[in-house]
């Protein structure tokens, strides 16, 4: 089975990415495209998911605006979390339950995504019963929501590379108080792979994990005119 | 992965239990065994009329949601009482207890374009 993934190497808003999801989504629902997966950076947001809390926002609407950290409800699964630069987004826009790689559930297949990612690095990661994403010793570094519109997936995975963490310090991320949340980079120091380097463990993995043969593009690069239509405002 | 053999399946894993013109409407075990344990389940209100296709419900996990559509046209007439409380009945019982809604259908005859048990099971990835 084979699948499309775009990759973009600046930091992408979050209504931006939103956007390009619901146009791909579409044309996925419509069979106008394969199943198709972006990966990249956003800009620094805290987004809410359909059951997110406020509680779990440390500071006020207006002290985010003024650290340059926008705030959004999101549709998706999950509970609250922040996205930045340096911090992978993988949006899997997948028609689930038209074959035999699904078989094992989308939610524990984005998890063996990140935690295959993570021994290509020589980190342990793990799962933790009743709670979803992906976890070291050092604490959690992987984080889950998604969503299903006639069973085809958007929003996704976060995978922290070496993204500031000052940006948790504003949340309690998914609702999970008193938990550690880590990078790449605070495990790793100066051993700490290169975003490229990431970004090819998990789309590798995405690969083999999801039965998909991958047809990479960059955002800036050539593609077929339908999905640069897509991707491209 | 059990797929009942009484009863009417759609693309989107919803089955169909048809009773006279009362059709009863839950998600797969195909389904719930992809969203993983629920959480929280937003049914349509009494009285609501859907033509099929159209989202009716959202069940959640943890960290999935997924829109359930209707699989026939008709008026809601029932909805599981116990799911509020209780939303693992999906996972424990997803073609019993676990059902979501019942719908009074305008045109009984649509149930033909659903799929029987042995046709689903060939849309559903092996177990």
Excluded at chain 2, 17 to 29: E, F, K, M, Q, R
Aim: charged share 25%.
């Amino acid at each position: 089975m084979n699948a499309w993934s775009v990759s973009f190497k600046h930091p992408v808003r979050y209504q931006a990415g939103l956007d390009m999801q619901r146009r791909l989504l579409q044309a996925r629902q419509d069979g106008a495209i394969p199943d198709t997966v972006l990966v990249l950076q956003h800009t620094p947001v805290v987004t809410l998911g359909n059951r997110g809390r406020d509680n779990y926002l440390l500071k006020t609407e207006d002290e985010y605006r003024a650290l340059g950290i926008e705030l959004f409800h999101a549709e998706r699964g999950g509970d609250v979390t922040f996205h930045g630069p340096g911090q992978w987004v993988l949006y899997p826009i997948l028609h689930l339950g038209g074959n035999e790689a699904d078989s094992h559930g989308y939610l524990s297949n984005l998890e063996e995504i990140a935690i295959r990612t993570l021994s290509d690095y020589g980190i342990l990661g793990f799962r933790r019963e009743g709670k979803s994403g992906a976890w070291t010793d050092a604490g959690k570094i992987a984080a889950i929501g998604f969503r299903l519109k006639k069973w085809v997936s958007f929003h996704g995975m976060s995978f922290n590379v070496e993204n500031d963490l000052s940006g948790f310090q504003t949340i309690v991320p998914c609702g999970l108080v008193g938990e550690p949340v880590a990078t790449l980079r605070t495990i790793l120091g100066p051993a700490c792979p290169s975003m490229e380097q990431v970004r090819d463990s998990l789309l590798s993995h995405f690969s083999t994990v999801c039965g998909r043969n991958l047809e990479r593009f960059a955002s800036d690069g050539d593609m077929p005119e339908a999905l640069g239509r897509l991707v491209r405002p | 992965m059990a797929i009942p053999q009484d009863l009417f399946y759609a693309k989107t894993h919803e089955w169909v239990s048809l009773d006279g013109d009362i059709a009863t409407v839950g998600i797969t075990d195909f389904a719930q065994s992809q969203l993983s344990d629920l959480t929280f389940v937003e049914l349509p209100d009494v009285g609501t009329e859907f033509n099929a296709g159209d989202e009716a419900a959202v069940v959640e996990s943890v960290k999935a949601a997924a829109d359930v559509y209707a699989p026939l046209s008709g008026e809601v007439v029932d909805v599981n009482p116990n799911l509020e409380d209780n939303p693992e009945l999906i996972n424990l019982d997803p073609f019993g207890k676990g059902w979501l809604f019942k719908m009074r259908v305008n045109n009984e005859s649509e149930v033909d374009g659903m799929m029987d048990a042995e046709s689903y099971e060939e849309l559903c990835p092996e177990a």
